[in-house]
């Protein structure tokens, strides 16, 4: 290093305390730092603290600290098998939307029967005003005809909002059924989803396929040179083991 570099890393705010008390810090010290310097500002540069890879990683992070949420993900199971599921989902949606079907059906059939009953009651109110009409006219002077001969006309009247009411319920029922047509799309939606998930099921799996039999791979090994964790190192009774396989395939 030239004394000018000196000059210049002194003025940058390396001062005599960083180089220390005594004459240790040595010129290959100076440099040294001068690199760890200039690499750290280069990867500030190249990532800023809102980059997206940041974000993300946070995300993870929060993620996995949540105990609400499933990390490591559930194991491959017959209860967590995705399209085993959608699978049960599109069967058993479609039994229970054909049993809305019957009930829907079978409100839809109490309705007309009302309305057929109804019908029937009214014609015997229209006899019935009918006759007291008649009464009340040759008899003016009973007012239990005039009485009588108002109530079957009240009695008239709510049997109408009834046949209304039975027409609107038997209108809704329908509307219910046209929407729940859309059941049908929703099955069929997911069976897309289930094709597509079984296709690239296949592809990876023969894109990962190999032409060595996997029962007569090596094993690997537990630990080896350059691995982060040391916890499970490899015994000698597994490298006899590797030996002994790598006799056999020989």
Do not use: C
Not at 199 to 207: G, N, P, R
């Amino acid at each position: 290093m030239t004394q000018e570099e000196l000059d210049a890393l002194m003025a940058g705010g390396l001062d005599e305390q960083d180089l220390g008390d005594d004459e240790t810090s040595t010129e290959e010290n100076i440099e040294e730092k001068v690199e760890e310097e200039s690499i750290e500002e280069l990867v500030t540069q190249d990532e800023p603290e809102d980059s997206d890879n940041k974000d993300y990683l946070k995300s993870a992070d929060e993620y996995r600290a949540d105990p609400n949420m499933a990390w490591p993900p559930p194991p491959p199971t017959e209860d967590h098998k995705m399209v085993s599921q959608l699978d049960d989902v599109t069967r058993d949606s479609e039994v229970k939307a054909t049993q809305i079907f019957d009930k829907l059906e079978a409100v839809n059939n109490v309705l007309m029967d009302s309305e057929t009953d109804i019908a029937t009651i009214s014609e015997t109110i229209e006899k019935n005003i009918a006759l007291f009409e008649k009464l009340a006219d040759k008899f003016p002077g009973i007012e239990q005809f005039k009485n009588i001969l108002n109530d079957n006309k009240e009695a008239k009247e709510k049997l109408a909002t009834m046949t209304s009411n039975a027409q609107t319920g038997e209108d809704e029922v329908m509307m219910a059924m046209d929407i729940m047509q859309y059941q049908d799309i929703h099955r069929q939606k997911i069976e897309r989803v289930i094709n597509v998930m079984r296709a690239l099921s296949k592809y990876i799996s023969m894109l990962f396929e190999g032409a060595i039999d996997d029962k007569n791979r090596v094993g690997s090994a537990v630990h080896i040179e350059g691995d982060e964790s040391t916890d499970d190192l490899v015994t000698s009774e597994d490298i006899e083991a590797i030996i002994e396989s790598l006799g056999k395939k020989n």
